[in-house]
């Protein structure tokens, strides 16, 4: 009889070691379960943080290539300020102003043949600094819509040019210019490529016609004095000239490629 109770004695307090083991174990794996869903929450919300400071960096390093272009953006005309710059409040409102690019340090600028005319032709150019130089035209072709013009000034703040081979559709880009005047000189307006390798007719003063090839179409808003002014990708980097406004067709403007200012420069 003994014997017995103390069987049943051991076989009980087997069970109770066994359920307070299981409970133990429940509660070990419980815990280990919440701190491993702890952790991947932390490392996920890092990741989520480092992603949106990458984010807002990359934001910031586009916005500072965007205003560091500007510095390399000039006013062109045809005709001479009396007394007072382009870019000054008190500019005469009937230089035609258009605009250009520098592209080397010595004085070499990028601008549009249709803004600053023939081969050894001259207009005036005004830099960032606000100071005018008398130009000359040293290259023009009007079939591309594309001229050079050389100042003498060296140590000038030269752009950057990019490749329009690598322009696609879709992609963000930013047009630089000085849209009718003084009031909106260096405006930046932003946009998408629209498409690429386009081909426009264009009506010559003759009455013949012409064909511009290779142009990249965006959206970016562009207006009268715009002209000779660049087309910017993300990087800061010159991937086209601004060209050719449609006016028949709304959000629709034209950039030479930059092929042709690699290639004629």
Known sequence: MYSEKKEKFKNLGIQLLIIILSMFFGILGYIIYIESQI???EKSAIGTKLLKEAEISQSSNQDNNIEEVTKS???ISKLKDNGTSIFLEKSTEKLGLGTGIIVSENGYILTNQHVVGDKYSSCFVTLDTGIEYKGSVMWADSAIDLAIVKIG???????????????HIGEKVYAIGNPVGFEFQKTVTSGIISGTNRTIKIKNDDDSYSYMESLIQ????INEGNSGGPLINKNGEVIGI?????NDAEGLRLCCSNKYCKTYY
């Open 39 to 41: 952790y991947v929450y």
């Open 73 to 75: 953006v000039v006013g």
């Open 153 to 167: 000034m060296t140590g000038l703040n030269k752009i950057n040019l990019g490749d329009s081979n690598d322009a």
């Open 218 to 221: 965006t959206d970016a808003t």
């Open 242 to 246: 601004t060209s050719v406004k449609v």
